[in-house]
């Protein structure tokens, strides 16, 4: 990036303590404003990564509001505790006065007063907060998605880099594009109001990392990042985890699918709908890895097509489990309108479980060639996702094939060490930058 890119200002460029050599162990601050442990790329992002880093010989630090992550055990966990309004049991719950205790907790409260989702904002000032007085504890920052107006003071003081999955202006044109009225697509253009925000930091960041050429494009286009501030680096799995069980059998007609029930973004309804013409010719049953909200829309639906006996949602199991739930099924589905990378759709293909995707936003880039890695649909298209998992149920000899080109497309291309070998490429970029200002500043 050129000289005239947005580096913190010269007065902090160099704050961050002793330069680092190319090849020293860095001390790295991780941010997550949440990090569901089983269930969301978000978690398992932040599980993975900071242990395959930790693997390279660096010391990783985590901070985190909840949902706290799981993290390996050579990992600390710094908790800065939100107000958690949206926490599982009583989600947009109204804090109480006695729970206000910081400027950070007021800031939360007068934004969700708002009807804006207030995390990312009041997360990035309490990570600032905190770092300010650990200067000299770490290299670098390391942000994953929270992109709150923090995070610019953090770069101030501690060279920064960001990693955005995809824009989640997506998010927020599918929902409002599925509202049944004005009145909703209100609420929902407030609630989603904090993604102004992070184009804002977006733009202002060194370096974004982006996890696969479609989001670059889009993070471009929609929040008006300029190309040569992103940089690719995939996600990985752990190919010693999801990979084949043998010893598991396949159950005829099971299907499983990621999914958090109610987000327009994953296409559950589609599946729903696709099985339920199925169902008229075969015997099909289904397995959602996530929770389906009690009289959410996706509930409603499941009993609208007298679907109840024939799909079980689990949510809360260990690794373990989910790559056994794959080896006991026939076919993975990814039926998302839109994915900015797909962790389900490479774990299904690291397990060597055919899968079925739809050609939403990078599932295309990610999963490889219709009929021999994967078998595509449509995005948003009830009719052609059943023909792609009919298609495969029908071809057993082709599913076969599919599984084990699928594993080693996963193992050639996305693995969790390959994923932080090339994020530590990153981060040494950034602090060259920042070593290359801080010299051409002193010397002016």
């Not at 990621?258 to 599946?271: C, I, N, P």
């Not at 479980?353 to 490889?368: F, H, M, N, Q, R």
Request: hydrophobic share 40%; charged share 25%; glycine share 8%.
């Amino acid at each position: 990036m050129s000289e005239s890119g947005p580096v913190s200002a010269s007065s902090n460029a160099a704050s961050s303590a002793k330069p680092v050599r190319p090849d020293e162990p860095l001390r790295l601050a991780y941010l997550s404003y949440r990090s569901k442990p089983t269930v969301g790329g978000q978690g398992i992002y932040t599980r993975h990564l900071t242990k395959a880093l930790v693997d390279l010989g660096h010391s990783v630090e985590v901070f985190s509001g909840q949902p706290y992550p799981v993290l390996d055990e050579r990992i600390s966990l710094t908790k800065l505790p939100s107000l958690d309004i949206f926490n599982d049991h009583y989600p947009g719950r109204f804090p109480a006065y006695w729970e206000i205790k910081s400027k950070a907790d007021i800031l939360e409260l007068a934004t969700f007063s708002t009807g804006m989702f207030p995390e990312p904002l009041a997360f990035s000032y309490r990570a600032l907060k905190t770092l300010e007085d650990r200067v000299g504890d770490f290299d670098l920052v390391h942000d994953n998605q929270c992109l709150g107006y923090g995070i610019l003071g953090i770069d101030k003081i501690i060279p920064t880099l960001v990693t955005l999955h995809h824009p989640i202006t997506v998010d927020r044109r599918l929902e409002m594009d599925a509202a049944p009225n004005f009145r909703k697509r209100l609420s929902i253009g407030r609630w989603y109001g904090f993604v102004k925000m992070q184009g804002r930091v977006a733009q202002r960041m060194p370096r974004i990392v982006v996890v696969s050429e479609n989001s670059i494009q889009d993070i471009h286009d929609d929040m008006g990042v300029d190309m040569d501030r992103m940089r690719l680096v995939h996600v990985g799995v752990d190919p010693d985890l999801f990979k084949p069980d043998p010893s598991v059998t396949r159950i005829p007609g099971r299907l499983i699918t990621t999914a958090s029930a109610d987000v327009e973004l994953k296409g559950l309804k589609f599946l729903l709908e696709a099985m339920a013409k199925l169902r008229t010719e075969r015997d099909v049953t289904l397995t959602v890895i996530g929770k389906a909200k009690p009289g959410g829309p996706s509930a409603k639906l499941i009993e609208k097509l007298g679907l109840a006996d024939h799909i079980q949602f689990v949510t809360g199991v260990p690794d373990e489990r989910i790559v056994e739930l794959y080896a006991e099924s026939e076919l993975a589905v990814v039926p998302s309108l839109y994915e900015g990378f797909s962790l389900p759709a490479v774990e299904a293909m690291g397990s060597a479980t055919p899968l079925v995707a739809s050609d939403g936003g990078a599932l295309p880039e990610v999963t490889g060639v219709d009929g021999e890695t994967v078998l595509r649909c449509k995005a948003g298209d009830v009719d052609s996702l059943r023909a792609a998992i009919e298609r495969g149920l029908s071809n057993p000899e082709l599913l076969a094939k599919m599984g084990p080109a699928g594993r080693e497309r996963v193992s050639e291309l996305y693995t969790w060490r390959q994923t932080a070998m090339n994020t530590v490429d990153q981060y040494r970029e950034v602090l060259d930058m920042r070593a290359d200002r801080a010299a051409f500043d002193a010397k002016n």
